[in-house]
């Protein structure tokens, strides 16, 4: 008898989902040296999330794991994502949060340095602005978040949580230290990552032809 608390089947999904997906996000350079974490939701109070410190471009089965919405393990041995909080923060206040990826492209990193005193990156005017749920026409703008990094996953939280009490939103940049988005799925959440960093290398490129 299964006495698993979530769906194993629903697992085994995700965690292909996850697998293939990210497999294409290592190839393009966006997870190195071992950084990134992704998750997706599996149900109200579960969701699969990679092991920590694990080579994200060479994931197999067993490297996904569950963990309940306080970020703690469930029936497993593995230790989550240092940066679980951020995601299973995303997962509680909204319902309708299916899916979470953080990876550390170079251009994210280098844009969350330039902008973190901004606080901000302003992306507007862009047709690829579209790619955003909610956003219909290039006329209108993006302001995508800078938070002060942090090894205090409470404090990120925190942030994040203050922060979206203000504003929608579908992303935000850390300083020094990558991107978070996400989505109802994971085809909406990679669309969503895929968007923040088009608009993030056009931001950096346009800054070079000023100079
Ligand atoms: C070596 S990268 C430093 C940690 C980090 O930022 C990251 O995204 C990966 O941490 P995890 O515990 O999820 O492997
Ligand atoms: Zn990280």
Same mark, same amino acid.
């Given at each position: 008898m299964d006495t698993l608390p979530y769906d194993r089947q629903r697992l085994k999904h995700c965690a292909g989902e996850i697998i293939r997906n990210v497999r294409e996000l290592a190839s393009a350079g966006w997870t190195p040296a071992t950084s990134s974490n992704f998750s997706m939701r599996l149900d109200d109070r579960h969701a699969a999330i990679t092991v920590s410190g694990r080579d994200k471009g060479r994931l197999v089965e067993d490297d996904i794991m569950v963990v309940d919405m306080d970020g703690a393990p469930v029936a497993t041995e593995h230790r989550p994502s240092a940066e679980t909080l951020l995601h299973t923060q995303l997962y509680a206040r909204f319902g309708e949060v299916g899916c979470v990826l953080h990876t550390h492209s170079l251009n994210q990193t280098v844009a969350s340095r330039l902008y973190a005193g901004a606080g901000h990156v302003h992306l507007e005017g862009?047709?690829?602005?579209?790619?955003? !749920?909610?956003?219909? !026409?290039?006329e209108t703008a993006v302001a995508l978040p800078v938070l002060p990094n942090s090894q205090d996953m409470q404090t990120l939280a925190a942030q994040v949580d203050a922060l979206l009490d203000q504003q929608a939103m579908w992303g935000y940049l850390i300083d020094g230290h990558g991107l978070y988005a996400w989505g109802r799925d994971m085809a909406e959440a990679r669309r969503h990552l895929d968007a923040f960093e088009f608009l993030l290398a056009c931001e950096l490129e346009l800054r070079k032809l000023h100079r």
């Open positions: 862009y047709e690829l602005l579209k790619a955003f !749920t909610g956003n219909s !026409t290039h």
